[in-house]
Nanobody, 117 residues
Framework: QVHLVESGGGLVQSGGSLTLSCTAS????????LGWYRQAPAKERELVAT???????NYADSVKGRFTITRDSGWNTIYLQMNSLKPEDTAVYYCNYRGFDSWTDYWGQGTQVTVSS
């Protein structure tokens, strides 16, 4: 089992910034991917950004150039720096872990990000 704890959501005005963090604990496999997904009302959950244990990053086109995902030196905590936020970024943001041993997805409880226009 892997446990994910998220923090950092909130309400911000359009053009503002927020930073989300997520810490993974439990049965962490050395080769894995941690990332952020989001789900807006009446929409499907979508990828925002991921970073592998080898620090390879991947971003959705909609956030490239505005969001930055990083991983700490202990590599079990990730951060999502979100700049130039837009109302369409409003969603519940979920942290995700996938280990390359079992390929099982684990999810955090979600944190609300609301961007007002």
């Amino acid at each position: 089992q892997v446990h994910l704890v998220e923090s950092g959501g909130g309400l911000v005005q359009s053009g503002g910034s927020l930073t989300l963090s997520c810490t993974a604990s439990g049965n962490i496999f050395s080769h894995n991917v941690l990332g952020w997904y989001r789900q807006a009302p009446a929409k499907e959950r979508e990828l925002v950004a991921t970073v592998s244990s080898g620090r390879v990053t991947n971003y959705a086109d909609s956030v490239k150039g505005r969001f930055t995902i990083t991983r700490d030196s202990g590599w079990n905590t990730i951060y999502l720096q979100m700049n130039s936020l837009k109302p369409e970024d409003t969603a519940v943001y979920y942290c995700n872990y996938r280990g390359f041993d079992s390929w099982t997805d684990y999810w955090g409880q979600g944190t609300q990000v609301t961007v007002s226009s």
